[in-house]
């Protein structure tokens, strides 16, 4: 089944609206519960070009790395977003990836 980037990307965005305050999600996570596994990237590109009330600065890597910060206004605008929340972040990661870590319910 081939899915429509469109459809894929406004998918992504639904989930990416659901994640709650103080918590991340990752990439793959995203990609996997949407059934594809692998698109990852997919899902970073989509977040790449999401509305304004997606809050994309809660999706990280697998590692919790802040890979995407680069594009929010200011380099260090992903990470301020994050901590206002309560999420701790070292060294451009987060710290204790598994406790601030949020998954769709039917993963």
């Not at 380099?75 to 598994?98: A, F, R, T």
């Amino acid at each position: 089944m081939i899915i429509k980037q469109d459809n894929f990307f406004h998918k992504v965005y639904e989930i990416v609206r659901q994640i709650p305050q103080g918590k991340v999600s990752t990439y793959a996570t995203i990609g996997k519960y949407l059934g594809s596994a692998k698109s990852a990237r997919m899902v970073g590109w989509a977040l790449n070009k999401c509305p304004s009330d997606v809050p994309a600065y809660r999706v990280v890597n697998q590692k919790g790395l802040l890979t995407g910060k680069i594009h929010f206004h200011g380099i260090c605008l992903m990470q301020q977003l994050l901590e206002n929340e309560g999420i701790v972040i070292e060294k451009n990661q987060i710290v204790d990836l598994e406790i601030f870590l949020w998954k769709p319910s039917n993963i």
